[in-house]
Structures are given as C-alpha cells and as structure tokens.
C-alpha cells in the first residue's frame, strides 16, 4: 500500500463541508431526539485533517485545541478511539486539524472531521471495515457523521443518519459566517421551534416548493446578526440557513454568478464561494492514493 506523506511520515486529508438545502422537523421520538428530513450537499471547501500513524497505540492531537476543546473530548480523537475499539486495532496515531469550517455555522465541520479520521485510518491501519459499520460508529459521535462517512450527497431522515444518495444540479454558492454560536441543544428547546411539519417526498424538493430551515425564524429573532446577514444577503438572492448553525448561504447555477454576486457583498462580512459536489473529496482522495 502506497500512501503520500511529508517528510515528517504526516499525510493529509480533505473534510468537506456540507449545506442543509433544507431542514424540517417532522416529530420527536420517545428517546428525546427529533426526526428531521434535509437534504446534505457536500462542498467542495472545507478542514484539512493531517494523519500520522503511531506503533504504540496512542491517539495523540497535534497543535492546540478547536475552541478550547479538551483532547479527550476531541471529535477526532474520540472517532479515532472509537475505531480503535471497533477493529480491535492496536495501531495509534497523531492527528492534526486545519481548521477553516467555523464553529457553530452548521457547515458540519466537526462531524466532517470525525468522519475523515474513521475513513482515513480505516484505510491506513488496515483495519478493513465496511463503509456501514463506519457509519454505525459515526452515528454514536454525532448525526451528521454518517453523511461525511459515506461521502454522497444526500437525503436524510431520522436522526440525519438515514440516507439516500442524490444527484442534485451543479451549483455554487455565497456562504457567510455571521459569527454566533448559539448551543443546539438550546435551540431545540426553543419554544418557537416548529417541531411538527407534515412530511414531504424528495420530488417536493425536486420540484422547488420544499425550502426552508426549522430554525431559521428562531436564529433570526433572537440573533441580530444573523438577520442583518440575511438582509445584506436579499440583495443578491434568496438566503437560507444551514444546518442548525448560523451560516448563511445563497445559491447559484455558476461559479461566475456566484463571484460577482459575492463582489457586492458589504465588506465586512465573512463571505466567501463554495461549490456543491456530489462524490466527497474524501472518496476522490482516497482513490487517487490507490487506498481502499
């Protein structure tokens, strides 16, 4: 097995970030989570996460801490453990993260991170599990873990964990950080929050009519920033939110509109264009290496 690596024996590896295109809360189940269904698009842009395997068995995180967050409480160290403990494998490894997903944005940056640390080591340790049982242990770090793991667009339902891979139009987009990170444990005690839409088919997506954020309303009345992002955002199109974050995005069929729709833009906002991918820059990087 050939793996690119620096001179250091560190080999890096792309965590997209992703779009919710649309999130509704269908219900609450018996065990206090709600089942949504949305729509993931993976990006094009997203974190880094650099690997470098260890014989004596320790997951180690290199360089300081993603907004303060203990080692031991790490996402990426705790999937690392996790697929340690799953495969049996007695291999370790450092792990480095470069950041460029905000926290709190709802561009699934952690949950992308934990799932290039479970697919990248599955294929540098050799541990041989299959893409499901990397997803069973992805859904016990985080619901949006599964998405990242197997690496297609997609629609989802339950927790987000329940997917069928979509092949949606080229397009790009305008994404703003507005820079407020509400908890989303807090959100969802909201009582604003709509928790009880009526279902809706993948051809009510299809055709246009099914849009929309659950949180969308809550963000905006509480969060000034956030509404003053979607009012900088109305001049150029039709803005929406991601996730249950604060990201913002706009949409757009090229890459050309998206750029001079982002020139118009005040600024001072943190802005900046993505494009929408179907296949993760994982799955391409792994082929590319000759990993499997």
């Known amino acids: 097995m050939s793996t690119p690596q620096d ?5 890096y590896w792309p965590a997209p970030a992703k779009l919710n295109l649309f999130l509704h809360i269908t219900g609450r189940r018996a065990d206090g989570y709600h089942e949504l269904q949305t729509v993931f698009r993976l990006l094009d842009w997203g974190d880094r996460i650099g690997l470098r395997l260890r014989e004596d068995g320790q997951i180690r995180r290199d360089g300081p801490s993603v907004a303060g967050v203990a080692e031991a409480d790490d996402l990426v160290v705790r999937a690392a453990i996790a697929l ?7 291999k370790g490894a450092d792990i480095r993260v470069e ?42 770090l985080g619901a949006d873990v599964p998405v990242f793991v197997r690496g297609r667009s997609a629609w989802a339902e339950g927790v987000g964990e329940k997917l069928q891979p979509l092949d949606l139009p080229e397009a790009c987009y305008v994404l703003v950080d507005p820079g407020v990170h509400v908890p989303t444990a807090e959100l969802f005690r909201s009582p604003d ?6 279902p809706v088919k993948i051809a009510d997506f299809a055709s246009g009519t099914v849009l929309g954020n659950a949180f969308e309303p ?25 996730g249950s974050g604060s990201g913002c995005f706009v949409e757009f069929t090229t890459r050309a509109a998206a750029e ?29 290496t000759g990993i499997v």
Do not use: H, M, Y
């Open 84 to 90: 340690q403990k799953a495969a049996n494998c007695g």
């Open 193 to 198: 929050l709509t928790r009880d839409a009526l």
């Open 218 to 242: 809550v963000l905006r009345r509480r969060e000034p920033a956030i509404e003053a992002v979607f009012q900088a955002l109305s001049g150029i199109g039709r803005a929406r939110l991601t």
């Open 7 to 11: 001179n250091a024996g560190w080999s």
């Open 99 to 140: 950041k460029r997903i905000p926290a709190g944005g709802g561009f699934g940056g952690g949950s992308s991170d934990a799932a290039t640390v479970l697919v990248a080591l599955n294929a540098l340790w050799e541990t041989g599990l299959s893409e499901d049982a990397l997803a069973a242990i992805g859904v016990q």
């Open 260 to 288: 001079q729709a982002l020139a118009k833009l005040p600024k001072e906002l943190r802005a900046w264009v993505a494009a929408g991918v179907d296949r993760s820059p994982l799955l391409d990087a792994l082929d590319t």
